[in-house]
């Protein structure tokens, strides 16, 4: 049998197909994408470039079906956010012995002087631009919010030399204002198939990590810092 | 040519169709280096991407505007819907080379000193008048922009840590920044339409007396040696781009 225009193939499919194009069940839904970030920094981390499965990439790096699309299904972006994740966090490795390296001695370095303060953000529909966001880790921050965090001041009367105290382990964070979403008003439609980017680049310079001293260390494989931006919108499927 | 040939021609060939629009969210934005010795005014939206800032002498890149033609916004219309501004520390690794190469500055650097770049960042905060005009005409006039037209974006700080070596005084750590609330932004109500071409002219003036001064503020970790913080400053129109849909 030949099938020789669009409406026999439809009349096919709804006879025979296992699917329904004629009706769409829609719903909330997140896509996400992180990659590492390397100890030297980049000049361009590609999210949603690699597909779940997909050489070492699990379920906790990305939900994408395919790479740069969303495979059969349509999705409206609602808002776009970013993420950041450390496997391990040592918070305690800010201490009075190492008042002299404090810089590499908490994430909160990168929070306030690292990466967090550069970057910019584009997304690309089919090569053209929707979204050029700059410092997109403070921009769009996180759907969700981050734990809360109380601290104690600490002082020490006994150091030698005296004087040389640590007071407070910092903790920085991105934003937990959730008033802050970033909304993408009006929203986008990325149709089936449509191949999209979402890019983070550093063209002014390479950002290095300074949380260098943290035990475990950061590192590119065992104990990566993991960055990531969440698509959240209404997942658009034909029903079957 | 009959401007109706030129018309049909577009349709039939453009890469563009002009007789249908898309509107998405959008932002225009330019950050600027401070002068560390002071200035009268900063100027922004003069210089788009790969021309020189004129106090870093660095090549401006997207991260810093996203302006590909100094003074307009090009072939768009854009609407304003936010005003925000923005003053910080650049990322440590874009300061000078004694602050990126010291180990301890983050928690101590910018504030142990008593006039201390964290100081001079508050008294920023605290000052200047945000003139807007469009097509030379003046638009907005915001006084102490920081506070009444904050950036509306930022980072949280639940205990922002000390540190302090081999001193008989250890101070407090602090940090200043602008209101990182959306809500607080400076809303335009009415909104804001700029028309392709449109001249821009955006400038934070300090009309009393210059800006405050970085030069040598922050001390390093030996408790000696002093460096200028490098400090931007920006202007962000957050809104729609109207552009003809392809």
Redesign the interface.
């Known amino acids: 049998m030949g099938f020789q225009s669009e409406a026999v193939v439809m009349a096919a499919s709804q006879q025979f197909g296992v699917i329904d194009y004629s009706r769409f069940q829609a719903i909330r839904w997140q896509w996400y994408g992180f990659v590492t970030y390397p100890l030297a920094?980049a000049s361009e981390l590609n999210f949603f470039g690699n597909a779940v499965g997909q050489g070492a990439t699990t379920l906790a790096d990305t939900n994408l079906p395919k790479a740069g699309s969303f495979g059969q299904t349509h999705f409206l972006v609602k808002s776009i956010s970013t993420m950041i994740r450390l496997r391990e966090n040592d918070l305690t490795s800010?201490n009075r012995t190492n008042?002299?390296?404090?810089?590499?001695r908490?994430l909160?370095?990168d929070?306030?002087?690292?990466?967090?303060?550069?970057?910019?953000l584009?997304l690309s529909i089919g090569a053209?631009p929707?979204?050029?966001?700059?410092?997109p880790f403070?921009?769009a921050?996180p759907a969700g919010n981050?734990p809360d965090?109380?601290?104690s001041s600490v002082?020490d009367p006994s150091a030698t030399?005296?004087?040389?105290?640590?007071?407070?382990?910092?903790?920085?964070?991105?934003?937990?204002?959730r008033?802050?979403l970033y909304?993408?008003?009006?929203n986008?439609l990325i149709e089936a198939e449509q191949q999209f980017e979402v890019k983070i680049?550093?063209?002014?310079?390479?950002?290095?990590l300074?949380a260098t001293g943290l035990s475990p260390a950061i590192n590119d494989t065992t104990n990566p810092l993991k960055v990531g931006v969440l698509l959240d919108g209404v997942l658009l499927r034909p029903m079957q | 040519m009959d401007i109706a040939i030129l018309d049909k021609i577009q349709q039939r060939f453009g890469s563009a169709d002009f007789s249908r629009y898309q509107v998405v969210r959008g932002q225009k934005y330019d950050f600027v280096r401070l002068n560390p010795l002071g200035t009268n005014q900063v100027s922004f939206f003069s210089n788009p991407i790969g021309s020189s800032d004129p106090i870093s002498g660095v090549s401006k890149t997207p991260e810093q505007t996203n302006l590909v033609k100094s003074a307009s916004f090009g072939q768009e219309f854009f609407v304003v819907t936010q005003i925000r501004t923005y003053a910080g520390f650049l990322a440590k690794a874009r300061q000078p080379t004694a602050a990126v190469n010291a180990t301890s500055i983050i928690y101590q650097g910018y504030t142990s000193l008593a006039v201390s770049a964290m100081e001079r960042m508050n008294d920023l905060l605290h000052r200047g008048v945000l003139n807007v005009r469009l097509a030379q005409k003046l638009y907005f006039q915001i006084n102490q922009p920081f506070i009444n037209a904050p950036a509306g974006f930022g980072i949280d700080i639940a205990s922002a840590g000390a540190a302090k070596l081999a001193a008989a005084v250890v101070k407090d750590n602090y940090f200043v920044r602008s209101d990182s609330r959306s809500q607080s932004v400076y809303n335009l109500d009415p909104v804001q339409m700029i028309e392709p071409e449109i001249q821009i002219e955006v400038s934070l003036d300090f009309p009393e007396t210059v800006s405050p001064v970085f030069t040598s503020t922050g001390v390093l970790d030996d408790n000696t040696t002093t460096f200028t913080p490098s400090v931007e400053v920006g202007v962000i129109f957050d809104g729609y781009v109207v552009r003809p849909s392809q």
């Open positions: 920094g800010f008042v002299a390296t404090a810089d590499q908490s909160s370095s929070i306030i002087a690292g990466f967090v303060q550069a970057g910019v584009t053209r929707f979204a050029t966001i700059p410092k403070q921009y921050p981050e965090f109380d601290g002082s030399p005296l004087g040389i105290v640590t007071a407070q382990v910092p903790y920085a964070t991105q934003t937990r204002n008033g802050n909304r993408v008003d009006p986008i680049s550093f063209p002014s310079g390479l950002v290095p300074l």
